[in-house]
């Protein structure tokens, strides 16, 4: 059973970074597609970048120029570097992993606080 693990979550000021982490049990990125997703208290989860296996990245428009996605398969990671945070950044943050056929993973999360 693959098992994500996301880290690096956690309590910054506003215009801060922070770099979020998402580790795979084992090699499930290969012709996936990958993505960062959060949930802020009271809110649904909403996607936040997205990397396709061929290097083609996509984000939401509230955090465009600040949030860069990325993966590395020879470590089974997914990063996302967070740069310039606000306030309404705040959430649990996800990792997915879509092989495609209805095979998706995703991880318990990793909490980020902005402060103001």
């Known amino acids: 059973q693959v098992q994500l693990v996301e880290s690096g979550g956690g309590l910054v000021q506003t215009g801060e970074s922070l770099r979020l982490s998402c580790v795979a049990s084992?090699?499930?990125?290969?012709?996936?597609?990958l993505a960062w997703y959060r949930q802020a208290p009271g809110k649904q989860r909403e996607l936040v970048a997205v990397?396709?296996?061929?290097?083609?990245?996509n984000y939401a428009d509230s955090v465009k120029g600040r949030f860069t996605i990325s993966g590395d398969n020879a470590r089974n990671t997914v990063y996302l570097q967070m740069n310039s945070l606000k306030p309404e950044d705040t959430g649990v943050y996800y990792c997915?992993?879509?092989?495609?056929?209805?095979?998706?993973?995703w991880g318990k999360g990793t909490p980020v606080t902005v402060s103001s």
């Open positions: 997915k992993v879509d092989r495609g056929y209805g095979l998706e993973y």
């Open positions: 990397i396709t296996s061929g290097g083609r990245s």
């Open positions: 084992r090699n499930i990125f290969s012709s996936a597609v």
